[in-house]
């Protein structure tokens, strides 16, 4: 499997820094500064730095700038996770190469890590753009308690990886990705809590978000960042659980389109 993984990440990197070398990984990274500087000149000259008390007890932190720019890094992150890996499958149909694909006896966990891997990479970069300008915006953190950072910085992506399977299968079956993956796009964005505290939703929209593995490692993550407090490991397992979930419906989903395609180009 493993060979799989490194193949297929080597391979998209190459025809990637072919095709369109920065085009696509610049694009991200304005997005990713704009977030931050409409972050900026909202707390700074819209309401000029007044937040009610319900943030602080929602957020856990009256650290606002630091909020939001952490939830518009990650944001801007899981997008670029998400819809890279989850277009693979259709991306080789529209390139006439899938039907090789499903022939060959690679490990199509391996083809979907490897597909992750490639795009940690590229996502990784947009990130650290992100938060540079954050911190040239005035974000500032407290010291960080590192394993409580990298267990929910690993249950971030895991999450993004998780949804992106099923999206891809979605994907595949309705040969769409553009309607597809801004739909979802835009309800996670609503959804998940990362421009503001799920709290200030009405309680069927946060029970909604609730149903997404990003929504819980998202304020695991954002938890430890402003706090620099200790993640205890009960609060890691609905995050954990529920992406292993998508993941196995992801892997089915697939296999199930994947088989009615088969079957259609055998007839």
């Excluded at 979802?184 to 939703?201: D, E, I, W």
Aim: charged share 10%; aromatic share 14%; hydrophobic share 50%.
């Amino acid at each position: 499997m493993w060979h799989t993984v490194f193949a297929t990440a080597a391979r998209n990197q190459r025809a990637n820094l072919r095709a369109f070398p920065w085009a696509f990984t610049l694009g991200h990274i304005i997005e990713g500064g704009y977030l931050v500087l409409v972050s900026y000149f909202s707390y700074v000259y819209l309401i000029q730095g007044d937040l009610d008390d319900r943030f602080a007890l929602y957020a856990g932190s009256g650290n606002y700038l630091a909020y939001a720019i952490i939830g518009g890094a990650l944001n801007v992150f899981s997008v670029s996770m998400m819809m890279n890996v989850s277009r693979a499958l259709i991306t080789e149909w529209r390139e006439g190469t899938l039907e090789a694909l499903l022939l060959s006896p690679s490990s199509r966990n391996g083809y979907f890590l490897g597909t992750a891997l490639q795009q940690f990479y590229r996502s990784g970069m947009v990130l650290l753009a992100v938060l540079v300008f954050g911190i040239l915006a005035g974000m500032r953190l407290s010291a960080p308690h590192l394993l409580s950072v990298g267990v929910s910085g690993g249950l971030f992506i895991l999450s993004c990886y998780a949804m992106a399977l099923v999206l891809g299968s979605i994907m595949l079956y309705t040969r769409d990705t553009y309607i597809v993956q801004n739909t979802l796009f835009a309800v996670t964005t609503l959804l998940c809590g990362f421009q503001f505290p799920r709290q200030y939703l009405p309680g069927f929209l946060q029970a909604a978000g609730g149903v997404f593995p990003l929504t819980s490692s998202l304020q695991l993550l954002r938890r430890t960042l402003l706090t620099g407090e200790a993640i205890p490991l009960r609060d890691t397992l609905p995050a954990l659980l529920l992406s292993l979930v998508y993941i196995a419906v992801g892997m089915w989903s697939n296999r199930l389109v994947e088989r009615g395609l088969f079957e259609k180009y055998q007839a």
